[in-house]
Every structure is written in C-alpha cells, then in structure tokens.
C-alpha cells in the first residue's frame, strides 16, 4: 500500500490520475489545501494526446528549465523530451521510481540525447523533508547531487531519517568534498529560496502528492510502471519528429 494521508475531496477522474488531473487544474474541488500524500503506484498514466498540445499543455512544457548548467537536472538542454520530476526525499515511491525506473529512463533515454530530467524539490513530508531537500540542492552546488539523490533514496536510507549527522552521511557517501561548504550552503537564504521556488511550482500546479512528473507537459501520477513512463518518452519523441518535420 502507498504512503498516503487520507485526503477527503471528489475526483470526476477515474482510473489512478487523480494526481494528474490535479496538476492540469482538471477537476476542482472545494476544500482547503489538501494534507500532502505520497503518489499510488498503481493505476495508469494520464492519457498522452495524439494530437497538438492545447494551451494548458504549452504552458506547462514551458515549466521546463533547459539550463545547461543546472545541477539538478541530467541531459542534454536540447532534448526533444523533458521529464520534470516533483519529489520529496522521505517518499518511499520516489525511492522506488528512483531505483526501478530512473536508471533504465537514463541508459535507454537520456545517454542517446532524447530525454533531460529536471528535478524539483517538493518537500511535502515535515521539517525533515525540507532540511534534505536543502542538503540535495547543497550537494549539487558541489557537482554532487545526483550522487547524493542515490544516495538519499537507496533501499533502507529514509528510515535512518535526515537529520544532521545523517546528512553528513550522506553528503560523503556521495563524494561531497567540501563539508563545511556543503554544511553552509545547506543552511544559506539560496537554498531556501531555491527549494521554496520547486515547491511554489509544484503548488501551482495542484499538486498535493509525490512524485509527480510531467513529461513534455503531459502528466503522470506516481511512480508507475516502466512501460507507462517508457510510452510516455516515446510518444512525446514521435510528436516533436512531427512537429519538425511540419516545419519544413
């Protein structure tokens, strides 16, 4: 079973995306901001459209970065297809995306040029969530975040938790070589600016649980099966290849 606070609010959207739905503005519902939930693993994707993307959908492509010099992103800024990733560090489904689905996302996708993933730091689980989502952002500032986001999601790590000593822990486990640095940079105004910015986008979107990804601005609720995000990945590469050959 998932992690998950109840949460109490009618979706119209069946079939496992109420995340999804959510992060489109979808549905809506009359409540105040939901209690934060980690992501089902089960149920399906949002549906992929075939044909152009819509407004809503232009908009949230645009949620895609593309710094070149980003650390917390992997792939080239000009891929054709942009997975964006909204994730908290004490989530066990982001632990299982990161370790069963990422790296074949990243051998098959991201090596050959055609997927960029760009992490967002949503931190939705308590001080604990936020303290490592500053420490992940540290660790890159240092070249070293995404050794640090294996580290932090390898089987086990969360239940250790994250507190002071353990982020040390961490930090060297991934080749962090400057602690104090990294132990500056953790408490400093840009690390906390940086994290509220991520969890300011996810909010914005509606989203209420974790993770959730949006893949050329179409959405996927929780950490789903390789087939969906493989599908997902392959439908958006199709649609750019029309898109460039339409603009010839």
Partial sequence: MPEKKKIARPLAIGAGVAVAAALLGLVSYTATKPEPRDAASTGSAATVEQGPADETTQALVKLARREAKDPLAQGRADAPVVLIEYADFRCGYCGKFARDTEPGLVKKYVEDGTLRIEWRNFPIFGAESETAARAAWAAG????????????????????????????????????????????????????????????????????????????????????????????VETAKAQEEKKARDAK
């Fill in 141 to 232: 500032q240092q070249g070293r975040f995404w050794q640090f986001h294996a580290a932090a999601y390898a089987e086990g790590a969360k239940e250790k938790g994250f507190g002071a000593d353990r982020l040390d822990a961490l930090a060297r486990e991934a080749g962090v070589k400057d602690l104090d640095r990294f132990r500056r940079d953790l408490d400093g105004e840009q690390a906390h600016a940086a994290v509220k910015k991520d969890q300011g986008e996810a909010y914005s979107l509606g989203a209420t649980s974790t993770p959730s990804f949006l893949i050329n601005g179409q959405p996927i609720a929780g950490a789903q099966s390789d087939a969906v995000f493989e599908q997902a």
